[in-house]
């Protein structure tokens, strides 16, 4: 039946640490993987795959690393735009300097580039904490966006002070730029959310994740009992750099194509991806993915009821919908202060006790 | 003299104007900070709620009236009257309290006992809302306000320089009034937590929630109040920035830029908050003047932050903030 097992029969350490106990769950994981792969790409038209699954996927990936930073080490950033917009920027110089690179290897290189300027800005992260550290996390979020607007060496001297995108493709089959297919650049994205939640779950879990753990609960507690928190720190800033920066990679690679930095990758957007994490669960892989897709939904979805439907103008459903956001934060912090996956997790011990919870 | 000092000069004053803004927007940020100790996010959006409110109260705006229109196809804007400055702002004041009470009531009293890191998210969440809330009652477009304090170059200035130096300097005159009345604020601040019943209760919390709990201090009156005092001191930031600048978005910005004035000036203090804006707004100006030939202009967007940062490193508690201990 769903959700049920016949009570706790672990034998060894892997079966107790295992991503999904019931199996149930394992078989739904199979299942999306396959609608994911094999028929979201049948059905889906390029409005859907514009509009909601790219950039949710992109989104993803970008709160998967805010997570790690925030949720498992309990780092708070308001510079996740800034660092997405050092990997959109690594992307853009690396293929424009060597066009034979494969895409995705620039892709990832552009992540290792910004987990180098993380841990540079994470240095502070030292010495200071809380409100303190997301001051200076704002540093980032400022100076980077000026830098990159300032010199023309980043956006390669162009006149309109953007960068954009060329083609690029891999075993023939174009990947970036204008002629690029929806399809393409769905899989290009799935390939890389997948991997990338699957990374970010193994290292939370491992012995890395269990240090940050560690540090984020009670830091000095930890660092008595042998954590070292340089290490753990400065780990967590590079991996969550890295996966941020594998989300700007992707969102001006595949998805927007050509940005200007200071518009792409404003301080709201840096919000954006907080309030992703804080919605869908600090701590949390599958919290990453239902923020991401709340927030990617609710515009869209206020959007069609009240510009499309009710013929509302256009910029009150935007207020509305900030509006909204706001107090939805609110409400989840006092309702459920570990967001949407923890109301998730009181749903799954309820069915499997259900119907008879005692 | 050389005329570069003389320019340096220039833009220094000009930095203690801006200054000036900073400090209030800290001021409040300061007030919640000692006596709740939660960092509230949301004062920028807060004086740009009170400005909104205000201009609103004056044009005899209809509330929520961009919303009523698009719902029911109506056309309506204005009741049709204005009202002046004299009453407006005691609307509005009256406004800022009534949202306190709702804060306090909706929001804070639910997370007693947080980690402060939830309760500074819960403030972002609010300062989002209100901004909302802001341009859905009032509408989003640049408003203009007009409280009656004198603008343009002040010629008292200029001539005077203009004797000394031979070269006259140019300032705001709205910047001198800034100037007055952040100093009547502070005193009047100082002596209310110095000499009053309610003062020495707020001292009290702010020294020790439980202590305070106990002689019979009741928590949530003194929450309301200073969430009540930080939002009139928003409304003075708001009406300072708007005269200024127009009342617009940008206003919450300046909440933004806040955040390093309280790192430079400490958490805790008030001359601190003083202290600090001066020193960031002198400090970015001046900045941005000597260093435009070699790294070029608009600097002024991160120097803050980064000065904040190098403070970090050498004196995190700042200038006059009290010496964070920790204890497992």
């Known amino acids: 039946m769903l959700y049920r097992e016949a009570g706790d029969f672990k034998t060894s350490y892997a079966s107790d640490n295992q991503t999904f106990p019931i199996r149930f769950d394992r078989y739904a994981y199979w299942v999306v993987m396959a609608v994911a792969f094999l028929v979201l790409p049948m059905v889906m038209n390029d409005y859907w795959a514009n509009s909601i699954v790219v950039p949710f996927m992109i989104y993803v990936i970008a709160a998967l690393g805010l997570n790690i930073l925030i949720g498992y080490t309990g780092l708070l950033s308001l510079g996740t735009a800034a660092f997405m917009a050092v990997g959109a920027y690594a992307t853009f110089k690396l293929t424009t300097a060597f066009p034979a690179m494969p895409i995705y290897l620039v892709f990832l290189l552009s992540g290792l580039v910004t987990s180098a300027v993380g841990v540079l800005f994470g240095l502070p992260s030292l010495k200071i904490k809380g409100f303190y550290l997301a001051v200076a996390t704002l540093a980032a979020q400022f100076f980077l966006i000026w830098l990159f607007t300032r010199y023309g060496w980043f956006f390669n001297y162009s006149s309109t002070g953007q960068i954009s995108m060329p083609e690029r493709s891999m075993f023939g089959v174009t990947i970036t730029g204008a002629t690029a297919s929806s399809t393409a650049v769905y899989f290009t994205c799935l390939i890389f959310t997948v991997a990338m939640a699957w990374l970010a779950r193994n290292l939370t879990r491992g012995q890395m994740g269990r240090t940050w753990m560690a540090i984020r609960d009670m830091d000095i507690a930890a660092e008595i009992i042998g954590v070292n928190p340089l290490i753990a720190k400065l780990s967590s800033f590079a991996v969550s750099s890295f996966f941020v920066g594998v989300a700007g990679a992707l969102m001006f690679g595949v998805y927007l194509g050509a940005v200007e930095a200071g518009e792409a990758f404003g301080i709201n957007k840096s919000f954006l991806v907080l309030f992703m994490v804080i919605i869908g669960g600090l701590g949390s892989i599958l919290g990453s993915f239902l923020g991401a897709a709340f927030l990617v939904v609710l515009p869209v979805l206020l959007k069609i009821l009240l510009v499309d439907n009710l013929g509302w103008p256009a910029d009150l459903a935007r207020h509305l919908e900030i509006m909204i956001i706001g107090a939805l934060i609110i409400v989840v912090l006092i309702a459920e202060p570990h967001g949407m996956a923890a109301l998730w997790r009181t749903i799954k011990d309820k069915l499997r006790l259900w119907p008879f919870p005692h | ?328």
């Open chain 2, 1 to 328: 003299m050389s005329d570069n000092v003389l320019f340096a000069m220039e833009a220094a004053l000009n930095g203690v104007t801006v200054g000036i803004m900073y400090s209030l927007v800290a001021l409040g940020f300061v007030l919640i900070f000692k006596a709740s100790g939660i960092f509230n996010f949301a004062q920028g959006v807060m004086a740009l709620f009170a400005a909104l409110t205000l201009v609103g109260l004056q044009n005899g705006q209809i509330p929520f009236a961009p919303i009523i229109n698009a719902a029911f196809g109506t056309s309506i804007h204005n009741f049709g009257w204005n009202l002046p400055s004299v009453v407006a702002i005691p609307l509005t004041v009256l406004v800022m309290i009534g949202m306190a009470w709702l804060i306090e009531r909706i929001v804070l009293k639910h997370l007693v006992n947080q980690e402060p890191i939830i309760l500074f998210m819960a403030t972002i969440g609010l300062a989002f809302f209100l901004e909302g809330l802001g341009d859905i009652m009032w509408g989003a477009e640049v408003k203009r306000l007009d409280v009656g304090i004198p603008q343009g170059m002040s010629s008292w200035v200029d001539e005077t320089t203009y004797n000394l130096f031979g070269y006259g300097f140019f300032i705001d005159t709205l910047s001198l009034y800034a100037l007055g009345i952040a100093a009547v604020l502070v005193t009047g601040l100082v002596l209310f937590s110095q000499y009053t019943k309610q003062g020495r209760a707020l001292r009290a919390v702010a020294d020790d929630h439980q202590a305070a709990l106990s002689v019979g201090i009741s928590l949530r009156f003194i929450w309301v109040l200073t969430w009540s005092i930080a939002g009139i001191v928003a409304l003075v930031a708001g009406i300072m920035w708007g005269s200024k600048s127009g009342v617009q978005f940008s206003l919450s910005l300046i909440a933004l830029k806040a955040l390093p004035v309280l790192i430079l000036g400490g958490f805790t203090s008030i001359p601190g908050a003083i202290v600090g804006g001066l020193l960031i707004g002198v400090g970015e100006k001046l900045f941005d003047f000597l260093m435009q030939p070699v790294i070029g202009g608009a600097t002024e967007n991160w120097f803050a932050y980064m000065l904040a940062l190098v403070f970090l490193l050498f004196r995190p508690q700042g200038l006059f903030g009290e010496r964070i201990i920790e204890r497992v």
